[in-house]
């Protein structure tokens, strides 16, 4: 453990940042379950509504989806940076 776990702590570490930013994509997932009218089944995501404002029933407004969109980057990017201050210490290259 103390040689194996040190050594792939990058991994993990990348891993566990595409996995969120991988959690906040899921549109298909959502879409194939409970088909394309999110917003009849209550289930919509934040990226089910940037489509659904760009090319959905609602469509027409740009400016709503670019909006959500930004909020998106904003929430992934906060928690990417929370996850490199905490594994500073516990990654090591």
Not at 6 to 18: A, D, G, K, N, Q
Not at 28 to 47: C, E, K, P, R, W
Not at 61 to 88: E, G, H, K, Q
Request: glycine share 8%; aromatic share 16%; charged share 10%.
């Amino acid at each position: 453990m103390r040689i194996t776990l040190p050594m792939i702590s990058p991994m993990i570490f990348y891993l566990v940042i595409t996995g969120f930013i991988g959690a906040f994509k899921a549109y298909s997932d959502v879409v194939a379950l409970f088909g394309t009218n999110l917003n009849a089944a209550g289930m919509n995501t934040i990226v089910g509504y940037v489509y659904d404002m760009l090319y959905g029933d609602s469509g027409g407004y740009p400016s709503y989806a670019s909006a959500a969109a930004i909020i998106l980057f904003a929430i992934v990017f906060t928690i990417t940076c929370i996850n490199l201050l905490i594994s500073r210490e516990k990654v090591h290259y």
